[in-house]
């Protein structure tokens, strides 16, 4: 189980995107080649 390395809460993968979201936050980590990129530096806000 994955959780936002920002505030530790849940995330959903948004398949339209290729991505996991947290809504808390309100940022997206990027999933390339099936791996979750989960820098906050590179999470994009939405």
């Keep these: 189980m994955l959780a936002c390395p920002q505030c530790k809460g ?3 993968y948004e ?3 290729d ?4 809504d ?3 940022l997206i980590y990027a999933v390339k ?3 979750p990129i989960m ?3 590179e999470a994009e806000s939405f």
């Design 39 to 41: 820098v906050v530096k």
């Design 33 to 35: 080649d099936d791996i």
């Design 10 to 12: 849940a995330l959903r």
């Design 19 to 22: 991505s996991l979201v947290c």
């Design 15 to 17: 398949s339209e995107r």
């Design 24 to 26: 808390r936050c309100r």
